[in-house]
């Protein structure tokens, strides 16, 4: 079992900056891919950022130069910088994690989710 817990959630104003964390325990071998998503109010979850390895990044366009996604793999953490956010990057933003655990069976977690809500 692995648990994906997020942090850094908050209050920003747009314009501001704000970095989300996420920490990945448990039953770990490998993760390949780890991403954020975001879910507003009355819409669906959907992707922001996602990274494989420690250099393929990927972004949703609507982010693309305000955002960035890393990872520190000897934590498995991934990072999620927010610079210029703007009212409509509010939302609860959700950690995916994908990867083998130690008897080499994949896994595909989520995190409890962070609110971040953006005031103009």
């Known amino acids: 079992q692995v648990q994906l817990v997020e942090s850094g959630g908050g209050l920003v104003q747009a314009g501001g900056s704000l970095r989300l964390a996420c920490a990945a325990s448990?039953?770990?071998?490998?993760?390949?891919?780890m991403a954020w998503h975001r879910q507003a109010p009355g819409k669906q979850r959907d992707l922001v950022a996602s990274?494989?390895?420690?250099?393929?990044?990927n972004y949703v366009d609507s982010v693309k130069g305000r955002f960035t996604i890393s990872r520190d793999n000897a934590k498995n953490t991934v990072y999620l910088q927010m610079n210029t956010p703007k009212p409509e990057d509010t939302g609860v933003y959700y950690c995916?994690?994908?990867?083998?655990?130690?008897?080499?069976?994949?896994?595909?977690?989520w995190g409890q989710g962070t609110q971040v809500t953006v005031s103009s």
């Open positions: 448990g039953n770990i071998f490998k993760i390949n891919l």
């Open positions: 995916n994690s994908e990867g083998l655990d130690r008897m080499l069976r994949g896994f595909d977690s």
């Open positions: 990274i494989i390895g420690d250099t393929e990044a």
